[in-house]
């Protein structure tokens, strides 16, 4: 009878955790982090070369964009 009880507890237990839907660690939304959001990330000081650094980030988005 004891032996049933905990065969029984660990099923449920294995059942309900992979039952669980956790979402990534790394998820900040549909869109995700921006060209300027990243920029900023980068170099929090620096307007020129965030700027810049911004510029070339678009651009390889636009050419991975297709």
């Known amino acids: 009878m004891l032996k049933k009880f905990f065969l029984t507890a660990v099923a449920v237990g294995l059942f309900s955790t992979?039952?669980?839907?956790?979402?990534?660690?790394?998820?900040?939304?549909?869109r995700g982090m921006?060209?300027?959001?990243?920029a900023m990330a980068k170099y929090p000081d620096d307007g020129k070369t965030r700027r810049s650094w911004?510029?070339?980030c678009k651009q390889n988005w636009r050419q991975h964009q297709g």
């Open 18 to 30: 992979l039952s669980l839907q956790i979402a990534p660690a790394g998820a900040v939304g549909m």
């Open 34 to 38: 921006t060209c300027k959001d990243a």
């Open 54 to 56: 911004k510029k070339m």
